[in-house]
Every structure is written in C-alpha cells, then in structure tokens.
C-alpha cells in the first residue's frame, strides 16, 4: 500500500532556495529529497522533509510570473512581509525556537505559556517566512 498522500503541502518562494535549503535543515532539521536546479543555478523546485511533513520550495522566477494580479506570488522579502505562519508541534518549543535563532532566524515572540494551554513561539526566517512552535503543557490540578 502506497504512503497516503499530504491533503496540503506548504510551497515556498524565496530569493535564494539554495540557502534556504541548508538553513531548514539547521534551524528546522529538515532533510532534503529533491532539488531540481534551472540551468541559471536557480531551484525550480525542490522538496524538503519534516517530522514527517513535507513541504517544496522554489526561487523566485519573477519572469513567468502570471500576469493576473491573484495569482502572483512573491517571496516576502519583495512584499516585506507574509500572510501565513507555518505551525509546528515540537517536543520542546524552547528548544526549537532557540535553534532556530542560532541559525538565524529572527523572534518574534519569545516562548510562553499560551492561554490555551501549549508552549508558544514564533520566528521569522532569514527568507522572511513565519515559523511558530508549540508543545501541549502538562494539565492543571
């Protein structure tokens, strides 16, 4: 019987896939299954690995780029910011945070206890993509 297939993969643009690449897998520990170079040395796709997740990443092309004004993406250092933070449940939030600040990614909201009962942090990555991190805190009383 085949894997089952991920109902919705994350699909990254950014302007340097190549070193967004190598910090994913130091900040996050993804680990890489596929790149798929241009012949300019840009990545026209490439698929990364995580926890069991996967998600793809590609350079910008800003050259074939749909002309319908919806559909255009941008990597969000050209938009200077993002409209999606990608969530991940770790066993540590501290833990994850501070490894992804050691690779370089900025925070944004240092880990704390959430009202809803997690562990809770957020990043922006040097490619300008918003990471949160969570973990479940032991019960009350």
């Not at 109902?7 to 520990?29: C, M, Q, R």
């Not at 501290?94 to 009962?117: C, H, I, L, Q, Y």
Request: glycine share 6%.
């Amino acid at each position: 019987m085949a894997d089952p297939v991920q109902i919705v993969t994350p699909h990254l643009v950014v302007s340097d896939a190549n070193a967004a690449i190598e910090f994913y897998k130091k900040a996050l520990g993804a680990t890489e299954a596929l790149r798929m170079p241009a012949k300019d040395g840009r990545l026209m796709h490439a698929e990364l690995n995580l926890n069991g997740m996967r998600f793809f990443l590609n350079d910008d092309f800003p050259e074939h780029r749909s002309t319908y004004i919806a559909d255009a993406v941008f990597p969000p250092d050209q938009i200077k910011g993002t409209s999606v933070t990608l969530h991940l449940e770790v066993e540590n939030c501290d833990a994850a945070v501070k490894r992804a600040s050691d690779a370089g990614a900025t925070v944004t909201m240092p880990p704390w206890d959430a009202f809803w009962g997690a562990r809770y942090g957020r990043i922006i990555d040097p490619f300008g993509h918003s990471w949160s991190f969570a973990h479940a805190l032991p019960a009350k009383g």
